[in-house]
């Protein structure tokens, strides 16, 4: 089936139109290029696939597939009617730092793991790159949490009555 010789980082699905196309040439035609295509992203992928992806999409959904998929909706549902500004408030110094030794310690596994140290190297770079804007809130959550404590020290209780 498919599999990747490199990771693809990010990849934008395409949009088309709803549209039913019953030339066998046509669809040879189109199979061709999604081929084309995934061999450009250095995706193992043949007719055969392409085709066999075809056929699933005209089995019917077992009931297990059906609530599955609900299960799904509900779920993005959920996540898109999150208040940003509560969201933004769960950003909490300790989230953050957990978070981030948690990437960091999964990629020690995969460094440990895979043989590959170009892939490994690779990798770990792009993932480094995208949690940059992480680890800036982090330091200026740090920041303000010492400013916070800078002032307190000037802030005495008042001993007069």
């Not at 208040?83 to 596994?109: C, F, H, R, Y």
Request: negative net charge; contains cysteine; charged residues 35%.
């Amino acid at each position: 089936m498919v599999s990747g010789k490199n990771c693809v980082h990010f990849f934008s699905p395409l949009k088309l139109k709803e549209k039913t196309i019953s030339d066998p040439e046509q669809i040879d035609s189109i199979i061709e290029e999604v081929v084309d295509i995934a061999k450009q992203l250095n995706l193992e992928v043949d007719n055969d696939d392409v085709q066999e992806l075809l056929d699933s999409h005209n089995q019917e959904l077992t009931i297990d597939e059906v609530i599955e998929m609900r299960k799904y909706e509900q779920d993005i549902e959920q996540t898109d009617s999150l208040d940003p500004v509560e969201s933004v408030n769960q950003m909490t110094i300790a989230n953050l730092t957990e978070g981030l030794n948690s990437i960091e310690k999964g990629l020690q596994i995969l460094e440990k793991i895979d043989s590959n140290e170009e892939r490994v190297s690779t990798t770990k770079r792009g993932i480094k790159k995208l949690l940059v804007c992480y680890e800036e809130i982090l330091r200026e959550k740090k920041k303000n949490l010492t400013r916070q404590a800078t002032l307190l020290e000037y802030i005495k209780p008042s001993t007069s009555k």
